[in-house]
């Protein structure tokens, strides 16, 4: 879900079994039943108030502030479970190395990112210590510090098992752990400040970065550095965690991405692509437009659920029908993306969350946009098909009947989550929180082919660790955002636009450059929390509408995913297909270009963006 990389490639794969490092090891009992029990926990409040609520009926006194919190601890369970099997998201895979360094390498990054994360630990400690002494209930009689506390242990045991799993070797464990020892000393001894420590620092951290250091330490390790270098109480970093992780809105991540874990794993992509290769199979290209309309509507639960989830699907069945291997691969990896706009998109909600934009008119003035993307890849899919003479099914009705039919369940969970959005029955945690409900009574008792005992805790776990990875990570990046803020950066970049940029269109011109260069090697969660501060006010300065530039940064961060060096699909497309990256770059050009002028006509024909929100909106 990130414009990053898994360090999961094939090479690094080889060499991480030899020295022990990258086996992931089965999470432990502890880990795995808080993960379910507060994941089906927070599944649960809303619904209760969402009830009661249409029956005029108390409820669950302090249900909303319970379920704030509980995404809070979804976040640092899922980050110790990632950690715990090797899996942090990092913007390098160490490909590059040679593999005899790897092993030294990696007890020097995981020294690098336990160090971070122990003066995380630290400062979320000092803010826990303070909220504690303020004495701040948070319901039922609960002191608030109690569900904070989830923080700085959370960060202690992810730099425990970062530390462990530096090596095989328990004395290279150590010297991992000396590491530890670095914040340890600096924080006893006199204060040392000034450009030549703060850059050392920094250096150090982006030497780190290069050679695989987790994101998380990255973007939380700069925050520190400059904080700690200004003077400033380095407790900054984890308050503006805990401000965003346990705002109101962003319960709704967990819940729609566990959603569609949910949908996934109990089969409902098997459906949904018999239903649509019944009704557009018959085409030429029909396959093809299948295929990006399937992925297009799994995006919502994460790109990287759809390419590796349903690339090994797929590509057998494009090529059998006489696409070529290239283009296969090519379109998949272009569609695994494409949904980004439409309900209920992951980052159009925290978009709106973190840019106070309304949520509801982002996915209306999304639609059209998302709607261009999908016609012009599957327009050149067509293109192919007819060009190399592509299989093409019989149309059968009563196939296409009988599909529809087995999947009447599924087709109507679009319909469930707009409902939930624009009906006015409920929040967007509400809605979330019923797509879930339902997505797993369909899939646990109507089709029964995800198991109650079996298949949910993995699930629940899966999800949690991947949502708890995402979310650290926009956790400590909304740290190192403030600091931006309070340097005063926003206003010096409205200056130097003023001084230099002259026209809206220049200023969009730039702002997409800017974006499809954050994408490539930046997550869109975190180049939401990072970037959007800089470029509101510069927007507003130049009279472009909220929803049109949120439209505008999340198509570019769309096509992000498609931008090399890393971008997140091209990673994950290498890694699922056992490809070498620059044969996916080369599969994947011809789709770069189509979404490229997809994304220029959504950022200069605003029409296609306002006018449904003008229609539809109130504005």
């Not at 020294?111 to 400062?123: H, I, P, R, S």
Request: glycine share 10%.
């Amino acid at each position: 879900m990130s414009a990053i990389c898994f360090q999961a490639f094939s090479r690094a794969e080889k060499v991480m079994a030899k020295v022990g490092t990258a086996s992931v090891r089965a999470p432990g009992g502890i880990e795995r039943f808080l993960a379910v029990a507060a994941l089906s926990v927070m599944s649960l409040l809303p619904i209760t108030e969402l009830v009661a609520r249409q029956f005029k009926l108390s409820g669950i006194p302090g249900s909303t502030v319970f379920v704030q919190h509980l995404t809070l601890w979804i976040a640092f369970i899922g980050a110790v479970l990632a950690a715990q099997s090797d899996r942090l998201l990092a913007l390098s895979a160490n490909t590059f190395l040679p593999e005899k360094w790897l092993p030294r390498v990696r007890i020097f990054t995981c020294a690098v990112g336990g160090a971070v994360a122990v003066c995380l630990a630290w400062a979320s400690l000092q803010f826990v210590l303070t909220q504690r002494e303020a004495g701040f209930i948070l319901a039922a009689g609960i002191p608030r510090w109690v569900a904070q506390s989830a923080m700085p242990v959370g960060f202690l045991a992810v730099a425990a098992y970062l530390v462990w799993s530096a090596s095989p070797r328990m004395r290279w464990r150590l010297v991992a752990a000396l590491g530890l020892v670095v914040p340890v000393a600096l924080a006893a001894g006199p204060h040392l400040s000034g450009s030549a420590a703060l850059t050392a620092g920094i250096a150090l951290i982006l030497i780190a970065v290069f050679l695989g250091l987790p994101i998380f330490a990255t973007l939380g390790g700069i925050a520190l550095l400059l904080f700690w270098n200004e003077g400033l109480p380095v407790a900054s970093v984890p308050v503006e965690t805990y401000r965003l992780v346990a705002s109101p809105i962003l319960p709704s991540l967990p819940l729609f991405t566990f959603a569609g874990y949910l949908l996934v794993e109990g089969g409902a992509s098997r459906r949904l692509l018999r239903v649509y290769t019944a009704l557009f199979g018959w085409l030429p290209g029909g396959l093809a437009v299948t295929t990006v309309v399937v992925l297009a509507i799994f995006t919502w639960a994460g790109s990287g659920v759809t390419i590796l989830a349903m690339g090994g699907l797929l590509l057998p069945m494009l090529v059998k029908a006489h696409y070529p291997e290239k283009f296969s691969i090519g379109l998949i990896n272009a569609s695994g993306s494409l949904g980004l706009l439409f309900p209920p998109s992951l980052p159009v909600i925290l978009y709106g969350v973190y840019a106070h934009t309304d949520i509801s008119k982002l996915f209306i003035g999304g639609f059209l946009p998302g709607l261009l993307m999908v016609l012009l890849v599957s327009a050149w899919g067509v293109f192919q098909g007819v060009r190399h003479h592509a299989g093409r099914a019989n149309f059968s009705g009563v196939e296409a009947v009988r599909a529809i039919w087995d999947a009447k369940w599924e087709l109507a969970i679009p319909a469930l989550v707009l409902i939930g959005l624009f009906g006015g029955f409920g929040t967007l945690v509400e809605a979330g929180a019923v797509t879930v409900l339902y997505s797993f009574i369909v899939e646990c008792f109507v089709y029964r082919e995800l198991s109650l005992r079996r298949d949910y805790p993995r699930v629940a776990v899966e999800c949690t660790t991947v949502i708890g990875g995402v979310l650290l990570i926009i956790g400590v990046a909304v740290g190192f955002t403030n600091y931006l803020v309070d340097a005063q950066l926003p206003a010096l970049l409205i200056a130097w636009t003023h001084a230099h940029i002259h026209s809206k269109y220049e200023f969009l011109l730039l702002l997409n450059l800017i974006l499809l260069l954050k994408g490539s090697f930046m997550d869109v969660f975190s180049a939401i929390i990072v970037v959007v501060p800089l470029i509101t006010p510069i927007a507003t300065a130049f009279g472009i509408d909220p929803v049109q530039l949120g439209i505008i940064f999340l198509a570019n961060l769309e096509l992000g995913y498609l931008t090399p060096p890393v971008g997140m699909n091209l990673c994950l497309a290498a890694y699922r297909f056992k490809q070498p990256m620059t044969s996916i770059y080369r599969a994947t050009a011809p789709f770069y270009l189509i979404l490229l002028l997809g994304v220029l006509l959504i950022t200069y024909v605003p029409w296609i963006t306002m006018a449904p929100v003008r229609w539809l909106g109130g504005s």
